[in-house]
């Protein structure tokens, strides 16, 4: 006797723009996060992140955190690791939706689990460093992120399709 199936999480019947995108971030400005924002025309799901955090001699413990954040710049999913980076060292960051638990610390990299939650338009996600301090810097971004369009695919969309 068929029943009914939960449909699987955050999968709704959306047409993908394209295969998944490569993205080379821009570094930005010493002290700063690196934020990307989502376009209106489509739904973004973030498959992984690449970034490094060279940290200057100041004394403080940082965190680098993937955050997926609304329209009001609002928070509502987080992405890290429980370890800190200190003063003057100098780590990569991989957040990985193939990624099962945190590891840390692997060829100097965090692996880091990633939520593969869509992202509607108008919102946008951070690279977060806690307790940034002014001779920090974010580089190395990289990420590879699905697109979906937002409504009905373009119209000559059925004559590019393989049968």
């Known amino acids: ?76 999913a987080l992405h890290g690791s429980a370890v800190a980076q200190t003063a003057s060292q100098t780590r990569d960051y991989a957040f990985n939706t193939f990624q099962p638990v945190v590891t840390t610390v692997v060829d100097t990299s965090h692996l880091i689990p990633l939520s593969p939650l869509l992202l509607p338009p108008t919102f946008d996600f951070r690279v977060f460093v806690v307790n940034v301090a002014a001779g920090d810097q974010l580089s190395r971004i990289r990420f590879v992120w699905e697109r979906f369009y937002t409504s009905e695919a373009p119209a000559d969309f059925a004559a590019w399709q393989q049968p």
Do not use: I, K, W
């Open 1 to 76: 006797m068929p029943g009914l199936y939960a449909p699987l999480l955050d999968s709704p019947p959306l047409v993908r723009y394209g295969l998944p995108e490569y993205v080379q971030g821009t570094s930005p400005a010493v002290a700063s996060h690196f934020v990307q924002a989502v376009e209106g025309r489509y739904h973004v799901r973030l498959v992984s992140l690449f970034c490094r955090l060279v940290a200057d001699v100041t004394a403080a413990n940082r965190e680098v955190v993937l955050e997926y954040r609304d329209a009001e710049a609002n928070r509502y």
